[in-house]
């Protein structure tokens, strides 16, 4: 059952089949949420006020500031009239290496946005999954999102959310996240899973959205060699999961999908061979 704070009534007026009519529907809220570690603010997101310790995790994991869950010591939600500030206490290894990496990220800037740092960030190199043995049917990965789709509440009810989940052969859909940003969904997800106990390398991670660069990055940080989405992927996903060695499967609607990346690990009735050079 979804938390009432993921969506509120919104007055609204209709027009559907030529009849005009007033009433309300359920919009889902956005609120900035803030990660501080070590009391100093780290990022803020706009997002689902929902599973934030999930998202704390995750985000923690897939921004390259944690490893693995054991290295949180504390988290603690705080409340405000804006939003939400969560606050991430880390153990003193992990807590020296972000304040190093603060002070680097501190000096002067290239561009207008947020500097080198960061662009070298948005391209940075991500863990290879080309070793991995994981295989699913079509028939698995249709089951996947279908599971997906019935996972999430928020989303039935407001129309207006992404949803991330994580499909394990054999085991069906362990753990799904909900939220208006879609990679917020996949950091709630990663949290979630990693929270559970599962390895990100048993499972696929199956998405409602269109697969840009930074879903692939943050699929392999979790350690999911197949990523399958509703939508379609930009040019850059594809490379990038190539590089990664992770199969990237897309446009998942209904029986239909496609297949660009890595076609081995998915079994396919009628078909045999690779993809065309």
Not at 44 to 64: H, I, K, R, W
Request: glycine share 10%; charged share 20%; net charge negative.
């Amino acid at each position: 059952m979804s938390n009432p704070s993921a969506y509120r009534a919104v007055k609204r007026i209709s027009r559907r089949d030529g009849v005009v009519s007033l009433g309300q529907r359920e919009a889902p809220e956005e609120v900035p949420v803030a990660f501080s570690y070590g009391g100093s603010t780290h990022a803020v997101m706009m997002a689902s006020p929902v599973d934030l310790e999930d998202f704390a995790v995750g985000f923690s994991l897939t921004e390259g500031i944690i490893d693995n869950p054991s290295q949180v010591d504390e988290i603690e939600i705080l409340q405000t009239e804006q939003g939400f500030d969560v606050q991430v206490t880390l153990f003193d290894e992990q807590a020296d290496a972000l304040r190093i990496r603060r002070r680097h990220m501190a000096g002067p800037v290239g561009c207008g946005l947020c500097g080198i740092e960061s662009i070298e960030q948005a391209v940075r190199p991500i863990p290879d999954v080309s070793q991995s043995q994981l295989s699913l049917s079509a028939d698995d990965l249709v089951a996947a999102m279908d599971a997906l789709h019935q996972a999430q509440p928020i989303f039935r009810r407001t129309r207006a959310v992404h949803g991330a989940g994580f499909y394990v052969p054999e085991k069906g859909l362990l753990a799904a996240r909900e939220d208006v940003g879609r990679h917020n969904a996949l950091d709630k997800l990663a949290g979630a899973v990693l929270r559970s106990g599962q390895h990100g390398a048993s499972g696929a991670v199956v998405v409602t959205s269109r697969i840009s660069v930074e879903m692939v990055q943050k699929a392999a940080i979790l350690g999911s060699p197949i990523l399958a989405a509703v939508s379609a992927p930009t040019a850059l996903a594809i490379e990038t999961a190539e590089k990664a060695g992770m199969t990237l499967v897309a446009l998942v609607r209904g029986d239909d999908l496609e297949i660009f990346t890595r076609p081995d690990r998915i079994t396919i009735d009628g078909f045999e061979g690779e993809l065309p050079g």
